[in-house]
């Protein structure tokens, strides 16, 4: 088989399903962990998440479009600390726009309790605000999952000022965490605009 991103197949499920338990290494060769589960775009019918069992009994989530496929064999990218700098930039945006998401909610929230707008209004605000700050979150977790990977993994070292903004950002996102239904949460992976 050429190689080729895990993200990038699409609608082979029989492909996907022979890739549960199978080993992800990285390019030096050292053991990631075993894929337990695989999540897959309704829309795209594409690959969207990864969890990942690693040694030691824990899972993890992985970008699919961080796995290639080459040779039969499952190989995790990771590059150094330019990379590093890129997710951090990329994390801090997810939060000012998670952020701003909250100011939104909050700002409608006001004007329900006022009477400036109706329930039915509030309630298509309130579903596209929180649908959209879910793939948010959901995209951050992949980009820590992607940074504790690279830290276990010895490619990369966190400086003491990293390691408190890293801290600080995953706060703000845990007290950001959405709760929706089932129904909603196959509206979200089914849309492919992020």
């Known amino acids: 088989m050429e ?47 990864l969890i ?18 080459e040779g039969g064999n499952l190989i995790l990218k ?3 600390s330019r990379r590093l700098s ?29 009477g400036e707008m109706g329930e039915r209004e509030y309630k298509i605000i309130r579903g596209k605000i929180d649908s959209e700050r879910a793939k948010y979150i959901l995209r951050a977790q992949n980009i820590l999952s992607e940074i504790e990977l690279m830290r276990r993994h010895g490619e990369i070292r966190l400086t003491a000022g990293e390691e408190r903004l890293l801290s600080r950002l995953v706060d703000y996102l845990k007290n950001s965490v959405v709760v929706l239904p089932s129904r909603e ?10």
Request: hydrophobic share 40%; charged share 35%.
């Open 3 to 49: 190689r080729l991103l895990l993200a990038d197949i699409r609608g082979n499920k029989r492909f996907l399903e022979k890739l549960i338990d199978r080993e992800i290494y990285t390019p030096r060769g050292r053991l990631v962990g075993k894929i337990w589960k695989i999540y897959v775009s309704k829309k795209s019918k594409k690959p969207i998440k």
């Open 52 to 69: 990942v069992k690693v040694p030691g009994g824990g899972r993890i989530s992985i970008d699919p479009g961080k796995v290639v496929v």
């Open 78 to 80: 990771v590059e150094d």
């Open 86 to 114: 890129e997710l951090f930039r990329e994390l801090k945006s997810i939060v000012r726009r998670v952020r701003s998401l909250h100011e939104e909610l909050l700002l409608a929230n006001e004007k329900l309790v006022n």
């Open 185 to 194: 949460l196959e509206v979200i992976f089914t849309d492919t605009r992020f």
